[in-house]
């Protein structure tokens, strides 16, 4: 019987670690409630992908992580996307920018959160990153945007929730 009891100790030890240092996604570090207490909107329960899976990424992802989309009867969206290394080849800031550029966004330099970050706009949708290299980047999405100052306001109340999360972990 000891033997029974010393065999699922080490089973413990070894996988223990393992399940307490899981990826957390990005839902777990923005909730409805959070979305819909910053923005007004109401929201419909979030839906969790992957990177690499559908579109997420464009091809721009070589690491770890997920998105959260929170989306509105409205039509309004807001997504959370959280980034873990690998996050690609090169300085990823400069080919946030380079891509918004080509795409004739209007783009802003951000310094809040502890690190530099990029607001970029066009047609109504925003983008803010803010990219804590090489650990992470953190960016929420927002469409159907009628005022950009309120929605860059919000994406910045919003990445630093999703940010006091991620550092909890």
Wanted: net charge negative.
């Amino acid at each position: 019987m000891r033997g029974f009891w010393v065999a699922l100790t080490a089973i413990a030890i070894v996988l223990l670690p393992a399940v307490a240092m899981a990826d957390p996604t990005a839902c777990d570090l923005l909730t409805k409630a959070d979305v819909e207490q910053v923005t007004g909107l109401s929201v419909d329960d979030p839906i969790l992908q992957k990177l690499g899976e559908d579109h997420l990424c464009g091809g721009f992802c070589g690491g770890r992580g997920s998105s959260c989309t929170f989306t509105s009867s409205a039509g309004h969206s807001v997504v959370l996307t959280f980034m873990l290394p690998p996050l690609g080849p090169g300085d990823m800031k400069a080919g946030v920018r380079m891509a918004a550029e080509s795409a004739g966004k209007q783009i802003s330099d951000i310094d809040d959160l502890g690190t530099t970050g990029l607001w970029t706009f066009v047609n109504g949708d925003g983008e803010l990153s803010f990219f804590f290299e090489p650990r992470f980047r953190i960016t929420v999405s927002q469409n159907a945007i009628v005022d950009q100052s309120h929605a860059l306001a919000d994406a910045r109340a919003l990445a630093k929730i999703a940010l006091s999360r991620s550092d909890a972990r």
